[in-house]
């Protein structure tokens, strides 16, 4: 029987959220695949296109400047119901189980908006060094104080794109 | 131990509980309020020998400490540097909470700009969040 959960349990095993956002499946999909978009929710920099087997990379900081590349490959895409994907393999080298961790977002049409169920599963078979990659992404792109400036600079040339 | 500041990634902390071996030996103590090398390796596919090497790992991390009884080391899990490991994973679902909230915030954001496009004349949505 086990009686602790702390470290071998669920929340080791996956990381898994449900969240509504109040716009469409479209547009909900375009923001979480499309790598214009992924950019400026996530890595600095993304290349891959959002099509089932795409292979490329994504990469947060600089990289010549002790920034980090990371593998990305998308494993099923299909607007605008579910995308998911493979990361922190070694740029290059095939995702597969045990080299990487697996990311899924499905989504489902909830009124005007969107139930957005995400997962994300690997850190079992990847021991911790997922996850040290992302506390140590953490240390230099802290949340809002890096991040609002981004957006709000995203949401004005989106404005005036329209 | 020196106090690390919150949030920052202790390596050998994180090295320490990276191996899977090394987590089951977490799981027995914990399970079983503590153990020996011997108690630990009747329970494990692996020597008495390499139990303890691991052993050592986990006490320098921090994680377990030891106090003789007899003729072995008894050890026990070191409460408070396991649950800054345990927080320290938390950080990591904590980051996706940060992005998902970015991803709702410009999905909605375009959105809006989207259904201002169309309905110009609307003076804005139900203001019921």
């Not at chain 1, 375009?30 to 490329?56: C, K, L, N």
């Amino acid at each position: 029987m086990q009686h602790h959960e702390h470290l071998a349990g669920a929340e080791l095993g996956s990381i898994e959220r449900e969240l509504y956002i109040d716009a469409t499946p479209d547009v909900v999909y375009e923001v979480i695949s499309d790598p214009r978009h992924v950019t400026e929710w996530w890595p600095d920099g993304a290349t891959y296109e959002a099509v089932a087997g795409s292979e490329g990379s994504i990469s947060f900081g600089d990289c010549s400047q002790g920034g980090k590349l990371v593998g990305f490959a998308v494993v099923e895409a299909l607007p605008p119901r579910s995308f998911s994907f493979r990361w922190t393999q070694e740029p290059g080298e095939a995702a597969r189980r045990g080299n990487s961790l697996l990311v899924t977002f499905e989504l489902e049409p909830s009124g005007d908006g969107t139930l957005v169920r995400f997962r994300e599963t690997g850190f079992r078979e990847m021991g911790w060094e997922a996850a040290v990659l992302e506390a140590t992404y953490l240390d230099h792109a802290n949340g809002w104080e890096h991040f609002l400036p981004r957006l709000v600079s995203y949401s004005e040339s989106v404005g005036s794109r329209a | 131990m020196t106090p690390v500041a919150a949030g920052v990634v202790d390596d050998e902390l994180w090295s320490a509980v990276g191996d899977p071996t090394r987590r089951r030996m977490l799981d027995i103590l914990l399970a079983a309020g503590g153990g020996t090398a011997t108690s630990l390796s009747d329970q494990l596919p692996i020597s008495r020998q390499a139990v303890a090497k691991h052993l050592a790992v986990l006490d320098r991390a921090g994680l377990v400490h030891g106090a003789s009884a007899g003729r072995e080391r008894r050890y026990q899990i070191s409460e408070a540097q396991f649950a800054r490991a345990v927080a320290q994973l938390t950080a990591v679902s904590d980051a996706w909470d940060r992005r998902l909230a970015r991803i709702k915030r410009i999905a909605e954001t375009i959105q809006r700009q989207q259904d201002d496009g169309r309905a110009p004349s609307h003076e804005g949505r139900a203001s019921g969040v």
